[in-house]
């Protein structure tokens, strides 16, 4: 295996990433144009994002054990084939329940094949930079968002129809990377470039109800999953109706509230990634539970940031608050998956990743319906503030989980 092919490898996968987040947020930048056009309400809505993220968390631990059984190449080529394929189709429809068949079933079950997999992958062939190539691929999430969010906000603004548009291009682009994807991405087999986790390891191959045994043996890995729902729940709901709340409250425009609502976020989250994972790296030989550490202090020091966001009295100050969240929250993303896959033998880490998706994303899935209802008997304002609590809850959580992974390590 050549030394450059896991950097090539990221950049393919990191391109994937970018469409995965990207079109997510092609939801949350349409929103009001979708909602107006299909003539349903706030709640309604908000029901297709619970649907996706249900249907992501649902089939996510299953596309994990699949990929550690199967080939986790052809894993990651059909599943950007298929969420793309239903991004495209939700550029069609006339009803809410198709776009719930198309964006909410479709996508989400299509995108659950990609993460397992492509952090398999990525943990495999980056073990010493395990933390700093995973928050390379965390960048494609932050840029994917802002160039889709852009693009479908001010799409939404060229007629009735433009937020259809949106869907359709990234739809389309992404079924052909799909294809590139086929081409020029390696079957990489579990065990390859790695040390064996034992005499047996490359021997046999796990099943579900192996994979979740382990799982939820390790006290650790669960409370990790718990704070995961936490943070998946402000995330969900944040991407969800930020934009809406912008065009509301600041009387600004689609494609500017499009822009706003996760520009500052994630410039800031770019940051916070970047710092978090070099640090992590640094010290996680001489200091193991450095990268819970490192999560813990992202979920917590975003706590005000959330609540000055909710309750901002101008644009300005929500953009700076929406950035000083935003580096925070880059802070936790950058050692998400790598405190899990710290705690895991190697072969079950496409597994033990979808275990822990499916908790995160089936917890958070409520959040844009709660938040709808929130919108609809107060404000949206109030909903967007409660989001602070959840991630405090998360903090806390995953500082259990470092008490119960590294109660006898060495402090430093």
């Not at 989400?108 to 062939?125: E, K």
């Not at 389309?172 to 590139?180: R, S």
């Not at 796990?206 to 936490?230: H, K």
Request: glycine letters at 12%; a positive charge; proline letters at 3%.
């Amino acid at each position: 295996m050549k030394m450059g092919y896991k950097w090539r490898a990221l950049i393919l996968l990191w391109v994937a990433f970018f469409l995965q987040q990207g079109t997510r947020q092609i939801f949350g930048a349409t929103l009001s144009s979708i909602r107006d056009s299909l003539g349903v309400s706030a709640t309604q809505i908000g029901l297709v994002a619970t649907v996706f993220t249900f249907a992501y968390g649902l089939s996510v631990p299953f596309a994990g054990v699949t990929a550690d059984l199967l080939n986790r190449k052809w894993m990651v080529v059909s599943g950007v084939f298929v969420f793309c394929l239903g991004i495209f189709a939700s550029g069609f429809v006339s009803a809410l329940g198709v776009l719930i068949v198309t964006y909410g079933l479709l996508n989400g079950f299509g995108q659950s094949f990609y993460y397992p997999s492509a952090t398999s992958i990525i943990g495999q062939l980056h073990k010493e930079t395990r933390a700093t190539a995973l928050s390379i691929l965390q960048m494609g999430l932050y840029a994917g968002i802002i160039g889709c969010s852009t693009a479908a906000g001010f799409l939404a603004e060229s007629g009735a129809d433009g937020w259809r548009t949106a869907f359709r291009v990234f739809g389309g682009i992404g079924i052909v990377w799909a294809v590139v994807l086929a081409f020029l991405l390696r079957d990489t087999r579990p065990g390859e470039g790695t040390v064996p986790d034992g005499p047996s390891a490359a021997a046999s191959k796990p099943s579900l109800r192996e994979a979740f045994v382990l799982f939820m043996a390790n006290p650790a890995a669960v409370l990790l999953a718990v704070g995961l729902g936490m943070m998946i729940y402000v995330d969900v709901g944040f991407k969800t109706w930020m934009p809406n709340h912008l065009q509301e409250v600041f009387g600004i425009e689609k494609g500017s509230a499009a822009l706003n609502a996760v520009l500052w976020h994630y410039i800031g989250a770019f940051v916070g990634v970047t710092v978090g994972g070099r640090i992590s790296d640094r010290f996680a030989a001489k200091r193991p539970s450095v990268r819970m550490e490192v999560n813990i202090v992202g979920l917590a020091c975003a706590v005000p940031f959330i609540v000055w966001m909710a309750y901002a009295s101008s644009l300005m100050t929500c953009c700076v608050a929406m950035a000083l969240f935003g580096v925070f929250r880059g802070v936790y993303d950058s050692n998400l998956l790598a405190s899990l896959l710290d705690l895991i033998p190697t072969r079950y880490h496409a597994s033990g990743a979808g275990i822990m998706l499916c908790f995160g994303f089936m917890f958070g899935s409520s959040s844009p319906t709660v938040l709808g209802v929130i919108k609809e008997h107060f404000s949206s304002a109030t909903g967007l503030a409660t989001l602070a609590g959840f991630y405090l809850v998360g903090a806390l959580v995953i500082a259990f989980a470092r008490k119960r992974a590294y109660a006898g390590a060495r402090a430093a």
